[in-house]
């Protein structure tokens, strides 16, 4: 989606772009912790905007039975994946618009204007001037998305509490271990419980 919002700046707005680009390029810069924390609490499920935004609209004539009646519950695993995928892509679009739009403002514009003149239209231009000289900056922004991915750490950790998510494989598993009794030293200690820690 970064690619047509970047060809959009760069062709629709104008004087303006400078500043709705800062607008769409400030949650990259904004802290991990801090976007996962509001995002959180847009997400709760008892007091959530998001919630509540998508029970009332199931009042809505004739479109209400897209809409749930009673509020969602964002951390059952169903739902997780979602979440986290919007927040991610919230913050990260915007990165990669910037990415697109300096690689766009380096195209000759008469190449465009040539092709204005040969009755080609703006998605045409799109396919035939802008993507195939987009090339080397798309490489370039798959692979430091590739990258990102890998290293995605935060977002998912604060949104699910910690727990890890979907199946909760970062719960921690609490035993009690035994040491054997001092009297028989040769004694074998007590079995532990599957999955207990090492004393």
Known sequence: MALPLAFFFHRALGR????????????FITSTVA???????LFSRDFGVVNATLTSLHHVPLL???????????GQPGYTKWMIAFVVWWRYVGWNAVLYLSAMQTIPRDLYEAATIDGA???QQFRWITLPLLKP????????TIIGNLQLF??????????????????????????PPSSTATSAPPPRSPGCCSC
Do not use: H, Q
């Not at 900056?137 to 692979?143: G, L, N, P, S």
């Not at 977002?155 to 035994?178: S, V």
């Open 154 to 179: 935060e977002e998912p950790f604060i949104l699910t509490g910690g727990t890890g998510g979907i199946g909760r494989p970062a719960r921690r598993r609490r035993c009690t271990c035994t040491a």
């Open 64 to 74: 209400g039975w897209l809409f749930p009646e009673t509020n969602i519950d964002w």
């Open 35 to 41: 976007i996962s924390l509001v995002f959180s609490s």
């Open 121 to 123: 239209k703006p998605w």
């Open 16 to 27: 303006w772009r400078n500043a709705i680009v800062g607008v769409y390029f400030l949650p």
């Open 137 to 144: 900056m798309i490489f370039f922004a798959v692979t430091l």
